[in-house]
């Protein structure tokens, strides 16, 4: 069991060492203002290469959307084309017909 003097001792020892500890360890206040500025230069980066990313998903949303009224336009005049020509094979077909029934 701890005399009195003994607990006496125990807690001038403890507050010197506090007072050692603080004395000796670097201050917090810098150290909390340096991490901040850390963070909030980081989240301005970070900020910034989100603005350029929503710039360049909407300048491909553009140039996609360009593009596929092209492919649209171009398949529009392919179809129109694939008629005319399936027109003409029947008339063909009619006519291969008529010269097959005249031969016979």
Do not use: W
Request: hydrophobic share 35%; proline share 3%; with cysteine.
């Amino acid at each position: 069991m701890l005399t009195p003097i003994d607990m006496l001792t125990l807690c001038i020892d403890n507050d010197l060492m506090s007072e050692d500890l603080t004395e000796k360890a670097p201050t917090t206040k810098p150290t909390i203002e340096t991490i901040l500025e850390k963070l909030s230069e980081f989240r301005q980066s970070v900020d910034a290469r989100f603005d350029k990313l929503e710039n360049d998903i909407s300048s491909l949303q553009t140039e996609m959307q360009t593009g596929f009224r092209k492919i649209e336009y171009r398949m529009s005049i392919l179809s129109d084309d694939m008629n005319k020509v399936r027109a003409d094979i029947r008339e063909h077909e009619s006519r291969i017909a008529l010269l097959e029934e005249k031969a016979s």
